[in-house]
């Protein structure tokens, strides 16, 4: 883990760095390296925050999957910009990646709910994500409900689910320092390419 931001790369690409800091939490024993606080808001600015997972980048973004009819999947249609925070606590670094939220494409959707446990795709099915319910047991009688409608693992993935993708505009790379003295380069989407700014603490 030598790449500590004292230097500014040439020809940047934050997604390269990004995938040399995901592989240092991914082999650090952290409990949840692809944990991500994702930040939403309505189309009037009210915000709202939580973790999801992170499942998957390239250089064309970063995917997480939801119920598109849940909060953070109703405000991304109707304000569809985001904010995402990795945090690495015990590898003292954090990454900020703002920008545009697209929908995946439907075959995208279709193979990564296909990966999934049977468990988690009968729970997609039986879920309406952040609808009110009348009591836990109602929960897990429709869970039981649909997992007797698909008792193979045959499990279609419903139309309200599926995926989103980040399209950056800019990514914020954080190393913790002495003395609060912290080291963060910042790259903004320039044309094709990349500008970076380094950022006091």
């Not at 249609?77 to 990795?86: K, Q, S, T």
């Not at 439907?106 to 468990?119: G, I, L, M, N, Q």
Request: charged share 30%; aromatic share 10%; net charge negative.
């Amino acid at each position: 883990m030598d790449d500590d931001l004292t230097q500014i790369e040439e020809n940047p690409d934050p997604i390269v760095r990004f995938a040399r800091w995901y592989a240092d939490a991914s082999t650090a024993g952290l409990a949840r390296e692809d944990a991500v606080c994702l930040a939403t808001a309505t189309r009037e600015g009210v915000p709202s925050a939580r973790m999801v997972l992170s499942k998957g980048f390239d250089e064309r973004g970063f995917v997480f999957f939801t119920n598109y009819e849940s909060r953070k999947g109703r405000e991304l249609e109707e304000n569809p910009r985001a904010a995402l925070v990795f945090y690495w606590a015990e590898l003292g670094r954090q990454v900020r990646v703002g920008g545009a939220v697209e929908r995946v494409p439907t075959r995208e959707s279709d193979e990564y709910f296909a990966s999934r446990p049977r468990e988690s795709r009968l729970a997609a099915l039986a879920s309406r994500q952040s609808r009110p319910i009348e009591s836990r047991a109602a929960l897990e009688a429709e869970f039981e409900r649909v997992a007797a409608e698909h008792p193979g693992d045959e499990v279609p993935r419903p139309p309200f689910w599926g995926g989103f993708r980040m399209v950056p505009s800019e990514i914020e790379f954080w190393v913790t320092g002495t003395n609060r003295l912290h080291d963060r380069l910042r790259y903004v989407r320039d044309g094709d390419g990349w500008r970076v700014e380094r950022l006091s603490p």
